[in-house]
T-cell receptor, first 112, second 114 residues
Framework: GQQLNQSPQSMFIQEGEDVSMNCTSS?????WLWYKQEPGEGPVLLIA?????ELTSNGRLTAQFGITRKDSFLNISASIPSDVGIYFC????????????FGAGTRLTVKP | DGGITQSPKYLFRKEGQNVTLSCEQN?????MYWYRQDPGQGLRLIYY???????QKGDIAEGYSVSREKKESFPLTVTSAQKNPTAFYLC?????????????FGDGTRLSIL
């Protein structure tokens, strides 16, 4: 099945900087999810978005469900060293979890 | 603590051998999933199960098999027919298959060829 286009592939930033990453697709999605994965571990859910235009925050993280339902972005403000990891977007095509599509991930490195 | 437990963390497979990866959850979730993760790619669905004694093929089921005899358990067997098994395997679960219920993941099993 079609995967999502996630960008950038990697980011190297200074501690304290803001970060932005996004996912796009040619398909319309019901749900957008953002996960973080640290080395040797499974992805951990950060934010779930359920309606077009929805803007949701979780601490320093903010994510939006695009109006067209074909994209989503994740922002991290005032990055800290523990933000390091791989961030994945996931989109649910229909209201069934067997139809989830994943981005390839954005690898974030934060320099102290 | 409720969660998803995958074991072992690392597994090595010899040529022609079948190996089984364990996934157990105590979240009382009906639906469970197996994904394969390769470097630079998104997760790909191998198999999923909506309920006990039921499972369906995902996008890349060839060379894999599963069973769902108990609600808590969804083991994955990587058979000798899977010619490129080296990958990170992730198990996930959700409250149910339908509806907007996010999936929660285990910590994965890394499988390598000897």
């Amino acid at each position: 099945g079609q995967q999502l286009n996630q960008s950038p592939q990697s980011m190297f930033i200074q501690e304290g900087e803001d970060v932005s990453m996004n996912c796009t697709s040619s398909s319309i999605f019901n749900t957008w999810l953002w996960y973080k994965q640290e080395p040797g571990e499974g992805p951990v859910l950060l934010i779930a978005l359920y309606k077009a235009g929805e803007l949701t925050s979780n601490g320093r993280l903010t994510a939006q469900f695009g109006i067209t339902r074909k994209d989503s972005f994740l922002n991290i403000s005032a990055s800290i060293p523990s933000d390091v990891g791989i961030y994945f977007c996931a989109g649910q095509l229909r209201a069934f979890n067997n139809d989830m599509r994943f981005g390839a991930g954005t690898r974030l490195t934060v320099k102290p | 603590d409720g969660g998803i437990t995958q074991s072992p963390k690392y597994l090595f497979r010899k040529e022609g051998q079948n190996v089984t990866l364990s996934c157990e959850q105590n979240l009382n979730h009906d639906a469970m999933y197996w994904y394969r993760q390769d470097p630079g790619q998104g997760l790909r669905l191998i198999y999923y199960s909506q309920i006990v004694n039921d499972f369906q093929k995902g996008d890349i089921a060839e060379g894999y098999s599963v069973s769902r005899e108990k609600k808590e358990s969804f083991p994955l067997t990587v058979t000798s027919a899977q010619k490129n098994p080296t990958a990170f395997y992730l198990c996930a679960s959700s409250i149910q298959l339908g509806g907007n219920q996010p999936q929660h993941f285990g910590d994965g099993t890394r499988l390598s060829i000897l």
